[in-house]
């Protein structure tokens, strides 16, 4: 099994009761020139399919934090988010813990995870969340503070 840990999505973050996700979903490759580059950019904004693909994670998301989480802020509309090769539809999502019934770091990270949806690893997965043949996982550490970022990674054969 070879595992590749590049992909940029930051499954979750906590500092304090600070919390932050983001919706990555909808993807284009980078243009050879910066012409082509910023067309691409703009045909996956403008992308019906990819947008919808965008909302659905969106969605999954708010209603993740909206369980476990106050003063939820989600970003008006995604931003382009650019690697070396690829670029992607971004959301920021911002929330805090609730104080009079908190998450730990790994439970919150286990809800975000456990039924994300993305194209990458199948869809929405089953409602008992993935088989065991499941392809991702979360990896990070948490610091003494209890801050930590977990991040997806997604495993190919």
């Known amino acids: 099994m070879r595992c590749f840990s590049c992909e940029p999505e930051r499954l979750v973050r906590v500092h304090g009761d600070s919390v932050e996700t983001v919706a990555l979903a909808g993807t284009a490759p980078r243009g050879a020139s910066t012409t082509a580059d910023r067309a691409l950019g703009e045909a996956l ?90 392809r991702s996982s979360a990896a990070g550490s948490p610091v003494r503070s209890g801050s930590c970022s977990r991040m997806v990674t997604v495993n190919l054969m």
């Open 45 to 134: 904004c403008d992308s019906r399919k990819n947008g919808h693909e965008h909302a659905i994670v969106v969605q999954h998301l708010q209603s993740v934090l909206g369980a476990c989480c106050d003063d939820l802020v989600v970003a008006a509309e995604p931003k382009l988010l650019k690697t070396r090769t690829v670029q992607h539809l971004c959301t920021e999502l911002r929330a805090r813990l609730r104080k009079d019934a908190p998450v730990s770091l790994l439970e919150l990270a286990a809800r975000l995870h456990r039924r994300r949806p993305s194209v990458a690893r199948r869809g929405m997965p089953p409602c008992g969340g993935w088989p065991s043949t499941n």
